[in-house]
């Protein structure tokens, strides 16, 4: 097993220059945007090598800069939350049965 474990890691530098070129080559792909590529998007998805940029609009990966959980507490100063004024409009509705059995 120790040999086999040296192989790989004398291995990883080769590969890892093969890897280079395919790797721009896929942030091109992604750049251009799939939709204008139909064949290579069909290609990557039955590859199973679907590429995902760090990018807003993508699914979470790369987490080397640690989660940060939007759920807890933070400071939010330019938004205004009136949270008196929210609180007397809910005191005019008049329908609360209608929402009175909604599970949350």
């Not at 008049?94 to 599970?103: C, D, G, K, Q």
Request: charged letters at 25%; glycine letters at 6%.
């Amino acid at each position: 097993m120790r040999t086999l474990k040296k192989i790989f890691v004398r291995l990883d530098g080769l590969i890892a220059w093969l890897v280079i070129p395919a790797a721009w080559l896929l942030r091109t792909v992604r750049r251009i945007g799939v939709d204008q590529l139909p064949a290579c998007r069909k290609v990557l998805l039955d590859m199973g090598v679907f590429p995902i940029r760090n990018h807003f609009y993508e699914p979470q990966f790369d987490y080397r800069y640690g989660r940060q959980l939007n759920s807890g507490d933070r400071s939010l100063p330019g938004i205004d939350w009136n949270e008196s004024g929210q609180l007397e409009f809910l005191k005019k509705l008049t329908r609360s049965e209608e929402v009175a059995n909604i599970p949350c």
